[in-house]
């Protein structure tokens, strides 16, 4: 399955914004789908998954009650609703698929191409 990922931007703090990741087709449907990050210099980092039916959601402890993933199946999309952002939220923000739930990158088969993310002090 191939990904793309857009709604990056420049925002200021406190800012919101909202990212998407279209799928190529409707294997989108098998796969549980994460969200990552890579600030310049660290090394990337987990960010959000959703399982295929929506039942299990993960986030990392840096942006929970902030950022809300969902995923539209009928439309082979996943979302990633960023709130309250943060200068430290500042990074390029991968979608990516799995087979199964998963905090680890190594789990995942399939990358976007990485949308910037920027927020200002």
């Known amino acids: 399955v191939q990904l793309q990922a857009s709604g990056g931007g420049l925002v200021q703090a406190g800012g919101s914004l909202r990212l998407s990741c279209a799928a190529s087709d409707r294997t989108f449907n098998s796969y549980a789908m994460g969200w990552f990050r890579q600030a310049p210099g660290k090394e990337r980092e987990f960010v959000a998954v959703?399982?295929?039916?929506?039942?299990?959601?993960l986030y990392a402890d840096s942006v929970k009650g902030r950022f809300t993933i969902s995923r539209d199946n009928a439309k082979n999309t996943v979302y990633l609703q960023m709130n309250s952002l943060k200068p430290e939220d500042t990074a390029v923000y991968y979608c990516a698929a799995a087979s199964r739930i998963a905090r680890s990158s190594s789990e995942y088969d399939y990358w976007g191409q990485g949308t910037q993310v920027t927020v200002s002090s």
């Open positions: 959703i399982s295929r039916s929506s039942g299990v959601i």
